[in-house]
């Protein structure tokens, strides 16, 4: 989510130096405590019940020697806008500004002392790879140039299909529901190794990803196709590989949003979402894919703006829950390691408690991470001033400081935190990663509908293709439009391919022009996006149908579409409208590649959601 707040009063700008791209000098990271650094050669864990004596012992003394505003600062993950740390465009300076109070990167960690810095798009931290490894960089340094300066932990939400933060070149794969269609364990270890390498080597090592809810409500607006799907075991066995494929690769993952929120009709972004799962139905159904998490080691959970009355009745989000967060994930399931905060900024958490109280109370719950408080002068102020009241300890701050500290030990940051572009150049988007994505994706294609072997298409028969549809904005940095991206693929695999954007909303006038152009192909490929039983995408794909032109429908994001367009010739999902996806639904189409996904949510009626369409687990092959 993107927040906004006013900043505080502006402090005086640094110097504008643009950041380094090289590996800058080596230097003694923990030098302000004698013998740390050959401490945590010893090999640290994530976790205190695995940590050698000795690594806890080094860490504890350099919590000792941190000034309390230290240790505040090490307790958030914040947002800033700017390419670099210290020479950002000037529009970037305003809104930092104008949010923060800070002009750059440099300067906020200055001021803040902050432990973790979150890299968005939006923010315009994530140009290309080695622009985002000379901003790591520059982080890094401008903390271990401060007096007992630390590296910060730099975070993104890289969960992959719908929900991307670095674009290509880096590799993009299929998210987490196109998993779940393929089913294979193995292929997603291997989305957490790479993306997992690709982001250590641009210096990002905390990911918030894999989403471990388990999605069961079709009217779901913020989770869906993020979920590996609605079986709980299903979705467990896909989480954990996942861990293990980002942890092994040297980046912390994160299985979010806990307690679940999988079985909402409401965002948390904008609204507070009440699940009312018994007790025993949450330890059925959502909690065990955090369980199965939990169990190989994840390094950090997020929690969920969420209200679970079964679970805590006090009416608080999770996020503020001493039950849930400390009685339930700590005590109950055993988990010792960091709980980072779902963004501070978004609705769900801001309902019922003031700015001032919300990070106040999420550390009296148990989390040890704040991320991306709408404003960080008042939640910081407010931490440092619950201490300094008696309403936290300094003991309790110091119990979440450790677990940070003991996640960047873990992942290298208090050995080395640089990272080098020759190391960007061996890992990030090479050829053998962007084969891999390419055939995973074919693995998750998933054919519903075939009327009459409509599908493949033949180059003979049926040349000329019309692709029409939805064009959301693109969440990868890809390489168009989707219906450009698939007229494109389709004419490279021996099609004659005309795209027609006709929107999400395409009006009559839009509609007509696209039975016009039927008229002229042997074929129509309709990419739909979330189809509602009233929406014009609906009546667009049911006025192509009428033409006697063979339609085939792509849902480019949810699988439901094909509840509300019944007469389509054929029917494929995607499960998301980036490249990497729409290519393999591209040679699907055109017979190069067979349709092997199988539904990982059940497909229900449009008009009695108590009868199944498709159970989970359809799916058709050639």
């Known amino acids: ?109 200055a001021e803040y002392r902050v432990g973790g810095i979150i890299y968005f798009a939006w923010a315009h931290n994530t140009r290309d790879p080695h622009q985002i490894a000379a901003l790591s960089n520059g982080i890094q340094r401008a903390s271990l140039e401060l007096p007992r300066g630390l590296p910060v932990l730099i975070s993104t939400d890289q969960e992959h299909g719908i929900v991307t933060r670095v674009g290509k070149p880096a590799t993009l794969f299929p998210g987490a529901m196109a998993l779940g269609a393929g089913g294979s364990r193995t292929d997603a270890r291997t989305v957490g190794r790479i993306g997992g390498a690709e982001l250590r080597a641009i210096g990002i090592r905390q990911d918030y990803s894999p989403v ?22 299903a979705v467990a066995g896909l989480v954990a590989a996942e861990v293990k494929g980002y942890q092994g690769s040297g980046v912390a993952a994160t299985a979010k949003h806990f307690p679940g929120h999988g079985d909402t009709a409401v965002d948390s972004h904008f609204g507070f979402p009440v699940i009312t799962h018994s007790r025993e139905l949450w ?168 009327e009459e072997k409509l599908l493949p298409l033949s180059r003979l028969r049926t040349p000329r293709v019309l692709v029409v549809g939805a064009d959301p904005a693109s969440p990868s940095l890809s390489d168009g439009p989707p219906t450009a991206v698939m007229a494109a693929a389709l004419t490279g695999l021996g099609f004659t391919a005309t795209a027609l954007s006709t929107g999400t909303a395409p009006s009559a006038a839009t509609i007509a022009g696209a039975v016009t152009a039927a008229a002229d192909a042997d074929v129509v490929v309709a990419l739909t996006y979330n189809l509602t039983a009233t929406g014009s995408q609906k009546t667009l794909v049911e006025r192509l149908v009428a033409t006697g032109v063979p339609v085939t429908a792509v849902a480019v994001r949810n699988p439901y579409d094909i509840a509300r367009i019944p007469g389509v010739g054929a029917f494929l999902a995607s499960y998301s409208w980036t490249d990497v996806e729409v290519r393999a639904a591209a040679r699907v189409i055109a017979g190069r590649a067979d349709p092997r996904g199988r539904l990982p949510v059940p497909v229900q009626r449009a008009d009695d959601p108590a009868q199944v369409l498709y159970p989970i687990g359809y799916g058709l092959g050639y």
């Open 283 to 450: 330890s059925e159904l959502d909690a065990v894919p955090f369980r199965a998490a939990i169990r190989v080691g994840i390094d950090s959970i997020m929690t969920a703006h969420i209200m679970v009355p079964a679970l805590d009745p006090s009416g608080d989000p999770a996020t503020l829950s001493h039950p849930i967060l400390t009685g339930i994930l700590r005590g109950e399931l055993g988990y010792d390691g960091v709980v980072v905060t779902d963004s501070l900024g978004m609705e769900g958490v801001r309902t019922k408690y003031g700015d001032d109280r919300v990070p106040v109370l999420a550390l009296k719950a148990g989390v040890d991470q704040l991320l991306n408080p709408p404003d960080l002068r008042v939640a910081w102020n407010a931490v440092l001033n619950a201490v300094r009241g008696g309403e936290l300890t300094e003991a309790r701050l110091d119990e979440s400081v450790l677990r940070v500290l003991r996640l960047k030990a873990k992942h290298g940051l208090l050995g080395d935190p640089y990272v080098r572009d020759a190391d960007v150049d061996r890992v990030v988007g090479v050829p053998a990663h962007l084969r891999a994505a390419d055939r995973i994706a074919e693995r998750t294609t998933t054919l519903l509908v075939n």
């Open 212 to 233: 471990a809810d388990v999605n069961v409500n079709p009217a779901n607006p913020v989770i869906g196709v993020r979920s590996f799907g609605a079986d709980p075991d």
């Open 1 to 109: 989510m993107r927040d906004s707040s006013t900043g505080s009063t502006a402090r005086p700008a640094g110097p504008a130096e643009p950041d380094r791209p090289s590996r800058p000098s080596r230097r003694t990271v923990l030098a302000a405590s004698a013998g740390i650094t050959a401490a945590l050669a010893a090999g640290p864990r994530a976790h205190a019940a695995g940590a050698r004596p000795g690594t806890d012992k080094a860490l504890r003394a350099l919590i000792s020697r941190m000034a309390l505003e230290e240790k505040v600062g090490q307790l958030f993950v914040m947002r800033v806008y700017g390419h670099s740390a210290t020479a950002p465009d000037q529009a970037d300076v305003d809104a930092n500004l104008r949010e923060i109070g800070v002009r750059t990167a440099a300067e906020l960690i």
